[in-house]
């Protein structure tokens, strides 16, 4: 069966409580429920992983190789300062599309930069969860070509 990681970082576990005017009032059991109905109705498994721990996202994106079709990440801040994430990136077969709910171009001036977007198949961002969707069908529909 095909599969496909959902890879959330930093503070994405707290959805649903920080932030709502930003990121809304859905949490992550949302997403994760969400998404997996979306890929068992398209023959694929989902796993996911959240973590506030850089190393712990960079081993998730390491042992992708030969086990997922694609990687749903929403980096979260380490989208502007990880050159490590970066690194697996690149490192890996896997295609994996950057999903971030608000539109960090819109933000901060510090939050424009993405570091991971160069070394991603693809980006997303202020759509809000449905930009999770969007990344899902996208990864499903390159794994069946």
């Known amino acids: 069966m095909k599969r496909l990681l959902l890879l959330n970082g930093p503070n ?3 959805l649903g409580k920080r932030e709502e005017n930003i990121y809304g009032s859905f949490t992550l059991a949302d997403i994760e429920m969400e998404l997996k109905k979306i890929a068992n ?3 694929f498994e989902l796993d996911t992983f959240q973590s506030n721990h850089e190393g712990d996202l960079v081993d998730k994106i ?3 190789n030969s086990k997922y079709n694609g990687i749903i990440f929403n ?3 380490y989208t502007h300062t990880s050159i490590a994430l970066r690194d697996a990136i690149l490192a890996i077969d896997v295609p994996v599309i950057e999903v ?3 539109n960090i171009h819109s933000r901060e001036a510090f939050r ?3 570091m991971l977007a160069p070394a991603c198949a693809g980006q997303i961002v202020g759509l ?3 930009g ?3 990344a899902c069908i996208a990864l499903m529909e390159q794994a069946k070509q």
């Open 62 to 64: 390491q042992q992708a």
């Open 100 to 102: 971030h709910i608000s």
């Open 128 to 130: 809000g969860k449905m």
């Open 132 to 134: 999770y969707r969007l």
């Open 41 to 43: 109705e398209n023959g």
């Open 12 to 14: 994405i576990n707290l």
């Open 75 to 77: 980096p979260a801040a």
């Open 112 to 114: 424009h930069q993405s």
